[in-house]
């Protein structure tokens, strides 16, 4: 099948590593209310086997479009990214009908585990320009972020916080067949 024909199915077996050069590991909370503040982790990988899927993301290279806001998310305030360089997940396929997929597992933040589904789609299998067979997977979940610890915030003059607690997070994976 060309990288042109694509063709939608369930989690594929076999071992698969995250192309990080074409994935994209994102989260985005609320701010203000009316606004929301996104950032992205540049150093990360992913691996699907056999439908379990574990990933790693390592939080001192975390991006934002504020130096000094990025100085405070990677202090203790928030991710504490001396002490706790790695947000992790690893979990099971519990549902993969169609192009729709679920992925049951623990997401680990500041070094506590806490259940998570990540929901998405799963894209593939192409062939691409030098043989490999590759799928996409496109996730997404949302976690309290007080629930790790991270209960940051400041007190806006209505008495509301400037800060949701929800956090989504987004993973984009090009992954490639290994061996």
Known sequence: ???TEQQTTGVPAGTFQADTVHSSVDFEVQYMGIATFTGAVKDFEASLVDGR??????IATLVTKDENLLAHLLAPDFFDAERFPEVGFSGRAVDASGDG?????EITIKGISQPAVLTGSVTGP???????????????TTVDRTAFGIDWNADMPNGEKALADDVTLKAELALVKQG
Not at 53 to 58: D, K, N, T, V
Not at 126 to 140: A, H, I, Q, S
């Open 1 to 3: 099948m060309s990288i």
């Open 53 to 58: 899927l574990e990933g790693a993301a390592r």
């Open 101 to 105: 997929v679920a992925f049951a597992g």
């Open 126 to 140: 192409v062939t691409d320009p030098y043989g490999n067979e590759r799928y996409g997977l496109k996730l997404e």
